[in-house]
């Protein structure tokens, strides 16, 4: 069965350090999210992308944030400099069409820890 | 007032036992209800996807949603210690947004 896959699993790294987060969807897929889920927290949504831009963002998707999709299959989460807050699990999402018609697929998500 | 409010639990239950697990909400636009199961330090996976009121079977699990009471359910039967997890509900609207709002999630333990 089609899953999303996320690499790393887990990330480490220094406050105010850049960090890349890869996203593979699944692959027939049109519309791409990110969300994260600070521990202890619900899932909040980041961002969704379509047709190589994007389509909505929160507030929490700030200037420190951005997205692409480099290649036919990638997606990814930059964070340009990181803060202790943005320690949090961060889960990419993928769906065939336009979310609500069509649920969303998360994958295992990354582990992001700022230190 | 929360967009989406679900009782955090945690819920602990005999095996065999009937789970219910509920979410309200207060925006009268959400059409679309999910509702996920996450095992601890993993990705939300579906269980059920519901368009508007309505009943919906799958095996085990049955979702109902009742929109005129902002109200939405999920009911578990015969659960096994397997069940064990935490259950998301998320909810979504037909204006055009992309995201999906999710509730805090309810633990829930089946004790063998």
């Known amino acids: 069965e089609p899953e999303v896959t996320q690499t790393p699993s887990h990330q480490v790294t220094q406050m105010g350090q850049e960090v890349i987060l890869r996203c593979v969807p699944i692959s027939n897929h049109l519309y791409f999210y990110w969300y994260r889920q600070i521990l202890g927290q619900k899932v909040e949504f980041l961002v969704s992308f379509y047709n190589n831009e994007i389509s909505e963002k929160s507030e929490i998707f700030d200037d420190q944030f951005s997205v692409e999709r480099p290649d036919g299959s990638n997606f990814t989460l930059k964070i340009r400099s990181t803060k202790l807050e943005d320690s949090a699990m961060y889960f990419c999402a993928s769906s065939p069409r336009l979310a609500g018609k069509e649920t969303q697929y998360f994958g295992p998500g990354t582990r992001l820890l700022v230190l | 007032q929360k967009e989406v409010e679900q009782d955090p639990g945690p819920l602990s239950v005999p095996e065999g036992a009937i789970v219910s697990l509920n979410c309200t909400y207060s925006?009268?636009?959400?059409?679309?209800f999910m509702w996920y199961r996450q095992y601890s330090r993993k990705g939300p996976e579906l269980l059920m996807y519901t368009y508007s009121s309505g009943n919906k079977e799958d095996g085990r699990f049955t979702a109902q949603v009742d929109k005129s009471s902002k109200y939405i359910s999920l009911f578990i039967r015969d659960s096994q210690p397997s069940d064990s997890a935490t259950y998301l509900c998320?909810?979504?609207?037909?204006?055009?947004?992309?995201?999906?709002?999710f509730g805090t999630g309810t633990r829930l333990k089946v004790l063998a």
């Open positions: 998320a909810m979504s609207s037909t204006s055009g947004t992309y995201k999906y709002i």
């Open positions: 925006n009268s636009a959400f059409q679309y």
